[in-house]
């Protein structure tokens, strides 16, 4: 999958060196290792009517602070974009969702260990549920929006990007009451109360860049050693994340890129396409 805009980006980027002299040969530089940096936001969030009838939208429930809700600086960055809602039904605080507001690293080409990536913190407190008194609603859905800038650590590489991917999530806040046997997902016991759970898609979770005839894929993949939850359930376009209740998850990232070098026929196509942009611009000159 391939963002639009940001192939154009590429492509005129490519064909501007290629008029002004620089190397650009059939044998062109291999990119080995990119520095990327993730901006992190919520939108497009929507609340649950599950905390019953006289519940309301919770007041001021996106903000960026240096520390998580529960006072916790878990990236030692101190930045994090939270989305916190509920009326506490202990100290423990609010139920919240938080990502690393902004997350920058190296990446090495074909390292398949990858590089650290943003993570995304659940804090699973009790909330109270409206009967006859008005609480907070609850999370029901938002979306992750993450904006990647990428600079090839080579000399004079211009900036790329922003390139935005939207990462849609589905939130279940349970209720504390039925015991665990009794809870969605198959879980075994009856002591324990409900897991929440979300559900992200991983639609969006890679793109290409092609580069000097070298097709580079960019892929955000969970990390499982660096993360802590429940259980997590994969089909392939999503994940189900299982959190315990009045604890603090965390679903760790990497980020992997791989290098292909393309079919000749997409090669030449792309050649001809670079050449036409580089006569237009030796036009555009001359004019």
Not at 10 to 37: M, P, R
Not at 212 to 231: A, C, G, K, M
Request: net charge negative; with cysteine; proline share 5%.
């Amino acid at each position: 999958m391939q963002n639009v805009a940001f192939k154009k980006l590429v492509f005129g980027t490519v064909a501007a060196l290629a008029v002004s002299g620089a190397a650009h040969t059939a044998e062109a530089a291999f990119i080995n290792s990119w520095q990327f940096t993730v901006a992190s936001d919520w939108k497009n969030t929507t609340w649950s009517d599950d905390a019953g009838p006289k519940s309301y939208v919770p007041k001021n429930p996106n903000v960026v602070n240096n520390a998580l809700p529960n006072g916790e600086d878990q990236n030692g960055a101190g930045n994090y974009d939270i989305l916190k809602w509920g009326t506490p039904a202990t100290s423990s605080g609010q139920s919240f969702l938080a990502v690393d507001d902004v997350h920058t690293n190296i990446a090495v080409t074909n390292d398949l260990a990858g590089a650290a990536g943003s993570s995304v913190f659940h804090g699973n407190y009790k909330q109270h549920a409206s009967q006859n008194y008005a609480y907070e609603k609850w999370l029901d859905t938002t979306v992750l929006q993450a904006s990647i800038t990428i600079t090839p650590n080579v000399p004079g590489a211009p900036e790329l990007g922003p390139v935005t991917r939207d990462f849609e999530i589905e939130f279940k806040e349970t209720t504390n009451e039925m015991p665990l046997g009794e809870c969605a997902g198959d879980f075994t016991g009856d002591v324990t109360p409900c897991p929440d759970w979300f559900n992200i898609s991983l639609t969006n979770a890679s793109f290409d860049l092609m580069i000097d005839f070298t097709i580079y894929t960019f892929t955000l993949v969970f990390d499982l050693e660096n993360s802590t939850f429940l259980r997590a359930d994969y089909d392939g376009n999503s994940a189900t994340v299982w959190t315990a209740e009045n604890e603090l998850s965390r679903l760790a990232t990497r980020v992997i890129v791989t290098s292909r070098v393309p079919e000749p026929g997409a090669v030449g196509l792309l050649g001809a396409g670079l050449l036409g942009l580089g006569l237009a611009v030796r036009r555009r000159r001359k004019n």
